[in-house]
Antibody, heavy 119, light 108 residues
Framework: QLQLQESGPGLVKPSETLSLTCTVS??????????WGWIRQPPGKGLEWIGSIYYSGSTYYNPSLKSRVTISVDTSKNQFSLKLSSVTAADTAVYYC???????????WGQGTMVTVSS | EIVMTQSPATLSVSPGERATLSCRASQSVSSNLAWYQQKPGQAPRLLIYGASTRATGIPARFSGSGSGTEFTLTISSLQSEDFAVYYCQQYNNWPLYTFGQGTKLEIK
């Protein structure tokens, strides 16, 4: 059974880069037609798609964050990662990683990790 | 960008009764619409995809309907574990996914 687990610092200083990793277990990140995405949720608010990546390295970003986002994949470690640069307090959120089959709904989610941007 | 609007923001329903949640898209998303359930402190869980297909393990009391711009999630005979926040999401406009703002289903 596919499982996803986020990891990374829970506190990031303003103007610095937020870095998170999602580890995939119970399946291969190189599975055909499976995409791997990041979604965030500010405290008490709704969900925002950040971007997705295919195992080949093809990336797809939300235009509202594109200038600050980099998503990468490491197939040897069965992991994919998120980097968000120049963070501000507005980037404080729970960050989820999730999978989707092709251009479909998010079927498997990680438990989420809270990231606070504060000095 | 396709804007997803959910209504109402909060819905108060008694256990055992039926709940009807709405989601409207700013332009047609065909049947490329999903519903998620989120309980406090938990990740969202996929309930419905393709507007009306239940995800694996989802009870039959959850049903989805609609196409184009108007969608409905119906929960018949509410159970205590169903009180949560529900989000709709369109995936017709890949690669730009958007979510609704959520409907909180609370106990009346």
């Amino acid at each position: 059974q596919l499982q996803l687990q986020e990891s990374g610092p829970g506190l990031v200083k303003p103007s610095e880069t937020l870095s998170l990793t999602c580890t995939v277990s119970g399946g291969s990140i190189s599975s055909s037609s499976y995409y791997w995405g990041w979604i965030r949720q500010p405290p008490g608010k709704g969900l925002e798609w950040i971007g997705s990546i295919y195992y080949s390295g093809s990336t797809y970003y939300n235009p509202s964050l594109k200038s600050r986002v980099t998503i990468s994949v490491d197939t040897s470690k069965n992991q994919f990662s998120l980097k968000l640069s120049s963070v501000t307090a507005a980037d404080t959120a729970v960050y989820y990683c999730a999978s989707h089959y092709g251009d479909d709904a998010f079927d498997i989610w990680g438990q989420g990790t809270m990231v606070t941007v504060s000095s | 960008e396709i804007v997803m609007t959910q209504s109402p923001a909060t819905l108060s329903v008694s256990p055992g009764e039926r709940a009807t949640l709405s989601c409207r898209a700013s332009q047609s998303v065909s049947s490329n619409l999903a519903w998620y359930q989120q309980k406090p402190g938990q990740a969202p869980r996929l309930l419905i995809y393709g507007a009306s297909t239940r995800a694996t393990g989802i009870p039959a009391r959850f049903s989805g309907s609609g196409s184009g711009t108007e969608f409905t999630l119906t929960i018949s005979s509410l159970q205590s574990e169903d009180f949560a926040v529900y989000y709709c999401q369109q995936y017709n406009n890949w690669p730009l996914y958007t979510f609704g703002q959520g409907t909180k289903l609370e106990i009346k």
